[in-house]
């Protein structure tokens, strides 16, 4: 194959790869804290879980939706077992604004909906554990994606990532970052709530699941690769200034 071959091949790949969706790369995943969430964070709408003892009194809930936890439109009971872990879905249509969040399997599963009323624009998904009851000093909270879709595309979690909270980190924050803007996804994953003896109360033990935008920029990310057609292009680029210079040197 002459030189001007090899160009012209390595250039019709390169066209070719950077025609394809990049959406599977497009994610970061930085540990941050409950102060970076607090000052610059702006939320669309938030998942909760949490472990709550007295389930039959009216106002309380293990499980809510909606645009705050601080008054959810949307919640309902869950009967949460010491150290098992529950699967969860947090599903969101960009198109038709719908979130539905799913937990558990089988007659124990729980499905709450809401629609998304924020202008906010979603680059982020920021997963919160919280265990601070300082009667149950051996409590936990952990959650733990395991897949994540967006505009159809899988993005690659890293394994053993997670948020945990527990006696020597009451908050703990995990940011799934750098999606594209305003994004169809679903994620899913399992959360576990560690006790002993009865269930602590309101939210001294939970989790929220919030989509939104940060406005900080995080030191060290752990970042998913884009896709690397920018390196073979200049992979191609390199053989056409090779080829340039070759037939100098045969004119001279």
């Excluded at 124990?108 to 979603?122: A, H």
Aim: aromatic share 8%; no cysteine; charged share 10%.
């Amino acid at each position: 194959m002459s030189l001007r071959q090899t160009f012209f091949t390595l250039a019709v790949a390169t066209l070719g790869l950077a025609g394809l969706p990049a959406a599977a790369g497009a994610a970061s995943f930085n540990s941050i804290t409950d102060a970076q969430v607090i000052s610059t964070f702006k939320n669309t709408f938030t998942a909760e879980g949490r472990v709550d003892s007295n389930i039959i009194s009216v106002g309380n809930f293990q499980l809510d939706l909606g645009a705050s936890t601080a008054n959810p439109q949307n919640k309902t009971n869950y009967s949460w077992q010491s150290g098992v872990a529950v699967p969860f879905t947090l599903d969101y249509n960009s198109l038709t604004k719908n979130v539905t969040f799913t937990v558990g399997t089988g007659g124990n599963q729980k499905i709450l909906s809401y629609i998304n009323t924020s202008s906010v624009p979603i680059t982020d998904i920021d997963l919160r554990t919280v265990a601070t009851n300082t009667a149950l000093p051996n409590g936990s909270t952990i959650l733990t994606p395991t897949s994540l879709i967006v505009n159809g595309a899988n993005v690659t979690i890293p394994s053993g990532l997670n948020s945990t909270a527990n006696a020597s980190s009451q908050a703990s924050n995990l940011d799934i970052g750098a999606l594209t803007p305003n994004p169809s996804f679903t994620l899913t994953g399992n959360s576990v709530f560690t006790f002993t003896g009865a269930p602590p109360l309101l939210s001294d033990e939970s989790f929220q699941i919030s989509a939104g935008n940060f406005q900080i920029v995080v030191s060290n990310p752990t970042a998913v690769p884009e896709p690397v057609p920018m390196s073979l292009m200049s992979i191609g680029v390199g053989v056409l200034a090779l080829y340039t210079l070759r037939r100098k040197q045969t004119f001279n």
